[in-house]
Every structure is written in structure tokens, then in C-alpha cells.
């Protein structure tokens, strides 16, 4: 069965610190992983995505993720926060055959002045 | 392109009360989903959809049903009502491997924010 946890339901960073969301998996076939972020009261937009190409990803707003399928892990990155990095983000597992997409609980970032 | 279209954006219920969240998109997408998303528990999958007339399952499918007679139409209806339903419900659409658009990313829409009382 396939299955994401994400570590930590809340992270605070101070501003210009680097973030780090932690993500790891379960799949029994290769996977397809993704991030996205969502801002309060608005829908999910894909930061990044894993299909089994280069292992280390680089997305928008400056964040990258390391595919290391011997830790079965997707963690998300970045160098140094912004207080518009501020929202919650998702880890998602996707299955090429059928357009299913299961996701783990949410990571809140909170960025600190 | 609208991208993933849902409505209404707001909904309150009564308990037993039934209606419909619309969900529809315009780029040509096999694959649409629906969601909901509760504090502290993700988003979690309740039916989806692998092309115009085959639906399936996911994670919490009971007390909604669903029907795909179009590509661009995926409408999510609940029959009777609960407390338990109050969410906020996102649609997605992807399309399948080795096409356009980039592989299995989900396009989501704006969400309906449901409370039923």
C-alpha cells in the first residue's frame, strides 16, 4: 500500500534561516512525489515534483527536494526563508495509472521576524 | 484556459439536506479527483475518476456519489447531509503519463467551503 507521513504537523524558522519539511514514503512501484504549498484560504499550487528524472528538484520560490530512495524520503528545502514563505505545505505520492494523488497531513510554516 | 473551475465557493446545509459541488475543467484532463481537507488530516482522496464514464473509490468515499459523463465534468453529490461532511472540498484534474500537460501534476481548484449544521 502506498502511504506519505510527513514529520512535524508545525515548523518555525526565523526569517532567513533555512527550511527544512520533512517527507517520506511507501510505494511499492517507482513513485511520483510532489510538494505543494497552500496559503490561507486559497487552493494547492505544485512547488515540485519527482518523476524520475534528476533526483534533486528544484522548484519555484526558491525551494528544492532530494529524491534518496534508499531513506524513502522527498524532503523539501530551502536556504533561507521569507515571511511570504509563511503556509502549509503538502507531500504527495502519485500513481501514473491512475491519476490518484495521496498526500500526507500538512506541514504549517510559521517564519519568524 | 480557466483551469479547474468549482462552485458554488460557499455552501451551508441542514443535516439531510442533499446538493451538488460542481467541479469542471477545460484541458481536455482524463484523471479528476475529489478531495476534502480537514484540520490535521491532509487532504484525503473520497472519489476519483480515470476518464468520462469509469469513477472509483479513494480513502472516504460513503455518503457521496459521484458520475462522470463528460472529460470536463466531474460533479460530487451528497446525499443526505452529516455534520461529519462539514470541509472544505477541492477538485483536481491531471493527465495521464507521456502527455502534455507535465505528467501527473494535479491542477486544483479555488475549493467549496461546506458547513452543515
Known amino acids: 500500500a502506498q502511504s506519505v507521513t510527513q514529520l512535524g504537523s508545525h515548523v518555525s524558522v526565523s526569517e532567513g534561516a533555512l527550511v527544512l519539511l520533512r517527507c517520506n514514503y511507501s510505494?511499492?512501484?517507482?513513485?511520483?512525489l510532489f510538494w505543494y504549498v497552500q496559503y490561507p484560504n486559497q487552493g494547492l499550487q505544485l512547488l515540485l515534483k519527482?518523476?524520475?528524472?534528476?533526483?534533486l528538484v528544484k522548484g519555484i520560490n526558491g525551494f528544492e527536494a532530494e529524491f534518496k530512495k534508499s531513506e524513502t524520503s522527498f524532503h523539501l528545502t530551502k536556504p533561507s526563508a521569507h515571511m511570504s514563505d509563511a503556509a502549509e505545505y503538502f507531500c504527495?505520492?502519485?500513481?501514473?495509472?491512475?491519476?490518484?494523488?495521496?498526500f500526507g497531513q500538512g506541514t504549517t510554516l510559521q517564519v519568524k521576524p | 484556459n480557466a483551469g479547474v473551475t468549482q462552485t458554488p465557493k460557499f455552501q451551508v446545509l441542514k443535516t439531510g439536506q442533499s446538493m451538488t459541488l460542481q467541479c469542471a475543467q477545460d484541458?481536455?484532463?482524463?484523471?479528476m479527483s475529489w478531495y476534502r481537507q480537514d484540520p490535521g488530516m491532509g487532504l484525503r482522496l473520497i472519489h476519483y475518476?480515470?476518464?468520462?464514464?469509469?469513477?472509483d473509490q479513494g480513502e472516504v468515499p460513503n455518503g457521496y456519489n459521484v458520475s462522470r459523463s463528460t472529460t470536463e465534468d466531474f460533479p460530487l453529490r451528497l446525499l443526505s447531509a452529516a455534520p461529519s461532511q462539514t470541509s472544505v472540498y477541492f477538485c483536481?484534474?491531471?493527465?495521464?503519463?507521456?502527455?502534455?500537460?507535465?505528467?501527473?501534476?494535479?491542477?486544483f481548484g479555488p475549493g467549496t467551503r461546506l458547513t452543515v449544521l
Open positions: 483536481a484534474s491531471s493527465s495521464p503519463s507521456g502527455r502534455a500537460p507535465p505528467t501527473d501534476t494535479q491542477y
Open positions: 510505494s511499492s512501484v517507482p513513485p511520483y
Open positions: 519527482y518523476t524520475s528524472a534528476a533526483t
Open positions: 504527495g505520492l502519485g500513481s501514473s495509472n491512475t491519476g490518484k494523488l495521496i
Open positions: 484541458m481536455n484532463h482524463e484523471y
Open positions: 475518476s480515470v476518464g468520462a464514464g469509469i469513477t
